[in-house]
């Protein structure tokens, strides 16, 4: 599972994906392999929420029950002209009072991010929670899924050719990152996306999860 605040380096996107990585080249270049695919991840500060008894107490002897998400894993389905994204991911919810039986709705959101910082499409969903009778501990999963336009996350052929140019010890450019090159850097940005997944919290919820 990966925890991250909304935003990425440039560095981070050019690899992004559900299968990428970098290998030397025998010239000593790098061949760079980026998939359309999007980061899947959990921003910090919403992978947990916690419920109170009475809603308006913060206080630690009033918590009512906390749950958080974790195993965050997903498959990706880039073959034709929708890039599509399934997330599953896993909650485990404590009670204080186990008594009864109890069921309950926690929502949760997956968001669309472009460029590490611009929100494009969001969705709410709910995923309920069932407790045993006697039972503190309770364990569900839940699903989301998401789409983008393969268009939208493909680079051009130029930008690809300036990442993957093969650079060797003694080149002009040997040493010039691609990177920083705002037109490369700025293209990278436009094609990656991140799909992330937490709990959909309240300004309360999250002012509480920040400063705990």
């Known amino acids: 599972m990966k925890i991250i605040p909304i935003g990425c380096s440039a560095l981070a996107l050019v690899l992004a994906g559900c299968s990428s990585k970098g290998d030397i080249d025998a010239t000593g270049g790098i061949n760079a392999v980026r998939s359309a695919c999007p980061a899947v991840a959990l921003p910090a500060g919403t992978g947990d929420i916690t419920l109170f008894d009475p809603a308006t107490s913060t206080d630690a002897n009033a918590i009512d029950v906390t749950a958080t998400i974790s195993n965050l894993r997903s498959t990706c389905n880039d073959a034709g002209d929708q890039i599509v994204t399934t997330v599953t991911f896993d909650v485990d919810a404590r009670r204080a009072r186990a008594e009864a039986a109890r069921d309950l709705t926690l929502p949760y959101f997956i968001t669309v991010v472009r460029g590490g910082n611009a929100v494009v499409a969001k969705r709410i969903g709910r995923v309920g929670v069932h407790f045993d009778a006697g039972q503190q501990r309770a364990h569900t999963s839940g699903t989301a899924s998401t789409q983008i336009t393969r268009t939208a996350a493909t680079l051009s052929q130029e930008v690809r050719n300036q990442l993957t140019k093969r650079r ?10 691609p990177l ?23 300004n309360d919820q999250l002012k509480y999860n920040a400063t705990r």
């Not at 060797?168 to 990152?177: C, E, L």
């Open 180 to 202: 920083s090159r705002p037109e490369v850097r700025e293209a990278v940005l436009r094609a990656s996306f991140e799909a992330l997944v937490g709990f959909q919290l309240t």
């Open 168 to 177: 060797k010890a003694g080149d002009q450019d040997a040493a010039v990152d």
